[in-house]
């Protein structure tokens, strides 16, 4: 069964401060490779996503993630952080065959002081 | 456009209480619908998933049970809570797209379930 992992639990940066969360799953195939976010008292949403084409995805609100197949991963960058990126952030993998599901990691809580 | 209804916001329930969470989509026909529970340091964790009316996936072995009555329904249950069934659920949706892997999940706003 695919997993994924987000070695990163807690980041705290100071606005203006580039980002690089990182994500790695576990699982040989293709797949489809999700950021989520959840801000403060608010629901998940949809930050990027991978599905096929050009490995360095843009998302919302400046972010990007790059997924490198050779080394399992789908980190999450950013150049520059404002205090409003203050969230969690979760990373999920989708496999094209048998489970019908996303598998999520343990999320980042990142933190951007002013 | 598809729209996802999730209730009650909040519940507090004593242990051995019967539960029964309900979701429902809008706007879309014959999604996949998904029960997370979100718990603090430990993301999300799948509980049931869904392709069809009547047919449920378990994902963890526990006291809590998915039915889905009609297409766009999903309800999350127990006969008999526990105090390790407090949690933040979240009921979500995506789009079927068969040998392709997932769409996006939409999320509900969640249910926030303190036992006590």
């Known amino acids: 069964a695919q997993s994924v992992s987000q070695h990163n639990h807690h980041v705290i940066l100071s606005e203006a401060a580039s980002l690089e969360l990182g994500c790695n799953y576990s699982?040989?195939?293709?797949?489809?490779l999700f950021w989520y976010v959840q801000y403060p008292g608010q629901h998940l949403q949809l930050l990027l996503k991978?599905?096929?084409?050009?490995?360095l995805v843009k998302g919302i609100k400046g972010f990007e993630a790059e997924f490198i197949k050779s080394k399992f991963s789908f980190n999450l960058r950013k150049p520059s952080v404002q205090w409003s990126d203050t969230a969690e952030y979760f990373c999920a993998v989708n496999v094209h065959t048998g489970r019908r599901a996303l598998t999520f990691g343990s999320g980042t809580r990142l933190q951007v002081q002013p | 456009s598809q729209t996802i209804h999730q209730w009650p916001a909040t519940l507090v329930q004593p242990v051995g209480s019967p539960l029964s969470l309900e979701c429902t989509v809008e706007?879309?026909?014959?999604?996949?619908l998904y029960w997370y529970r979100q718990a603090a340091g430990r993301g999300l964790q799948l509980l049931f998933y869904s392709v069809g009316i009547g047919q449920i996936s378990s994902e963890v072995p526990q006291n809590l049970s998915a039915s889905r009555p009609q297409d766009r329904q999903f309800i999350l249950s127990s006969k008999k809570l526990l105090l390790s069934d407090s949690g933040f659920y979240l009921c979500a949706w995506s789009v079927p797209k068969p040998g392709q892997g997932n769409s996006p999940l939409h999320f509900g706003n969640g249910t926030r379930l303190t036992v006590t």
């Open positions: 706007g879309t026909s014959n999604p996949n």
């Open positions: 991978y599905f096929s084409g050009d490995p």
């Open positions: 699982y040989g195939g293709t797949v489809n």
